[in-house]
């Protein structure tokens, strides 16, 4: 029998940024969907990767001073090493740096070239470009400003290569009609077919301007632009390349075409146009199934750098592992951003209601029920599975647990929630699963009670019964919320004294009431402890403060801040003093301070810096009253991108040392010294 291969695809990330919690989303649901088809017993491959050309990746290194490659190098083992850090299962990681890719997306324009030779054309291309910050401004020849620096844009014109995406609608449009399923949800097809019957206007697919990019084949003058390099990076990451036509790669032929490409609804038009109308003219065939999310909203908006309404994924999973005592962030996380929002809608992010979602549906649901019945097996059977007598099967009411037919209705739910996982309608899936911890789990032990008393002589039968159903019930969970939860479920399951890894078990295959009797179980060691939202959220906070002093990677479109690497004390990382010059530290004096509300360790303060008064938030109110700081002479960085702490603007940073415990020290002048001095 040969196995059946699913592949499927992130986006690659921009390199030039540190990827969010929003970044994070589209890795995580994908990684819940490489698991279950996994368990569905496919071959699966999963790829994502850094996209790593481009103009502001060129600027970003020139503001840190260092070269492009350099700065990818840097950049993607922050992505890597959080997808680590998240337990996502990659099987592919494409740089577009490589060489294999950029051979790649050098055969594939040669093969669409022999394949559609009119498809791509050179042509003069007319747009506004600023010459300050080498940036294309627009593609179209009416005067603009730069986005960045606000200066009226050039009128370039330069000889470009096409792609003549005009002469691809009707076959785009037929597309739609045969497959209305290839972009999904339906709404998102509505909005793309719409697009392509209002006419497509041919795209620049290189540059000559941007040195930063892969060289067009036998014209090196030209460095391909973003898009058709970052999309191709789809077939290059899994062996497209090799051979005159590219699909030589045995690994290529039997994973292309991709069985879905997972992406945010911003990027839909350059997914499900532009790359299928690609790979039409190079005849290779299309992805099946295009599937655009909704935003993770932060503050209302979503979340990204250029905004800075960010929050990072570290400082959840770090929180919540220090704070629970146990390896549980990962898990947190991921069932809060698949449970809480409906996939394909926009959703909000709150450090909050994640903190509520962990306490209420896995410590006090999934968890609690695991160590009750963990507990039970060992108090009332010495750690074994008990076997369920005839006489509990025979038994009216509650014989029903053993009947036929709630073996046919555990498949009925199991079909549904399989069929969910298929249309990665991951919060109906877990809200099915928990409905089982609720009904057969939970609800069953209240109702029956066993541990209200010690079990009666005579009694044993029900005890035997009752404990098997609940054990079953675990069981089940386990193998059904794998995909959503997977550290917690492995712990529950060799905690049931079953072998292997879970995520080995063919989740289709699952079959009510495989649970042998006589198994040993292990100790009950609680799966998510409960934590204390109030401290949870602050200690978020403070781990996220962190690394926003830390290793900035270059910001997207804005001007780097001071990036710079953190130094271990000790550490050897340097910086030149022009890094050094970029910080604008100044002499304030604070005006007024009070604590914001809701949080122990944030204060909203006034400071005076000689030109203007600024509104700061500091770190600072576990340690200061408002009283001891107002008044007092402070060191402030002046040049900080303005950002939100718990909703309140902050524009500046107040600078502390750290003591060993975390506790900040303000820094501070013994002589006296002007407002507004800057210091260097
Ligand atoms: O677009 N909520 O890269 P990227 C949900 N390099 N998803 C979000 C999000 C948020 N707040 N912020 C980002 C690119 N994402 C290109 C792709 S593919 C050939 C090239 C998602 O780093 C976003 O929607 O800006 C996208 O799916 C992914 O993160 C990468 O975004």
Redesign the pocket.
Known sequence: MTTKTYYLT?????AN?R?????A???IACDAVARYKRMCGYDVAYLSGT?EHGVNIERAAEKLGITPAELVDRNQKIFRDLWKLLGIQLTHFVRTTSTEHARAVQTLVRRTRRHSPDAIYKAKYEGRYCIYDNLYVSDSAEPANCPLCGRPAELISEENYFFRLSAYQEKLLTLYQKQPDFVQPDFRMNEVRSFVEAGLKDVSISRKAIKWGIPWPDDPEHVFY??YD?????ISGIGFGEGPEGDANPRFKELWPADV???????IR??AVY?PAFLMAAGLPLPKRIFA??????EQE???KSKGN?AYAEPIVNAFDELAGAKVGNDALRYYLLRETVFGQ?GN?SREALVTRYNADLANGLGNLASRTLAMIHQYRGGQVPEVSQKAKDTPGFGRFFSPEWSESTKKARVRILHSYDEFQFSAAAGEIWEIVANWGDQVLSTYQPWAKEPQPGQEWFVDALLWLVAETLRHVAVLAHPIIPDATQKIWEQLGQTGKLGDQRIDQLKWGELRPGTRVGRPEAVFPRIEKKEAVERMEAMEEEIRKGPAPAP?AEPAAAASAPAAPGATSRIGIEDFAKVELRVGEVKSAERVAGTDRLMKLVVDIGTEQRQIVAGIAAAYTPEQVVGRKVVIVANLEPRKLRGVESNGMVVAATRPDGSPVLCTFIEDVPVGSRLK
């Not at 992130?10 to 921009?14: G, K």
């Not at 970052?230 to 789809?234: K, M, R, T």
């Open positions: 992130t986006p690659i990330y921009y940024s990827p969010h919690v929003g970044s989303y589209t890795t996209d973003v898009w970052a999309l191709s990076s789809y490409h997972m992406i945010g609804k911003e990027i350059f997914h790359w999310h909704g935003w993770l909203l932060f979503k979340m990204s960010i926009d992010f997207k």
